[in-house]
């Protein structure tokens, strides 16, 4: 493997949308739990989200903000802390990026979301993110560490 790995995109039946709307203004650096993280995309997405549809369901809210404590405790527990944290809203929903200071690449990286037969206390975050995100993007950083993008939809 290179310094700098693209992984192919997840893409699990969503058409990926293009054309940012909108960008979070928040340091990287604000964003060091997932409580924070929580609360930063449900303040960004409900001050900044315009959709002919709507607002976003509740379920949509709710896969996000599951999505976003998944990424952040990842980065938090197994990637030496939280590097970097960004939102940007698309016409089809919320694209996070979480980089991390760890190479070490998810297990199960691109599975088809599938949860652990036996329950052990941890194994389940990865595969809702999977479930949950329409597009998911693993990069290691030359500097060190790796950035996870994802898309979860809102409509």
Known sequence: MTSMERHPTVNHGTASVEGVSARSPRSPGAITSAAAARRHVRAFVGERWRSPAGPPTEE???????????????AVRHGGGIAGFDVTLTAGGVRLSVRDHSAALP???????????????SGYGWPL???LCSEVDVERRTAGGKTISV???LT
């Open 151 to 153: 898309l979860v939809p």
């Open 129 to 131: 993110i999977n479930r």
């Open 107 to 121: 297990v199960g990286i691109h599975g088809p979301g599938v949860l652990p037969r036996a329950h052990e206390g």
């Open 60 to 74: 949509a809210m709710i896969d996000l903000i599951l999505v976003v404590s998944e990424l952040v405790t990842n």
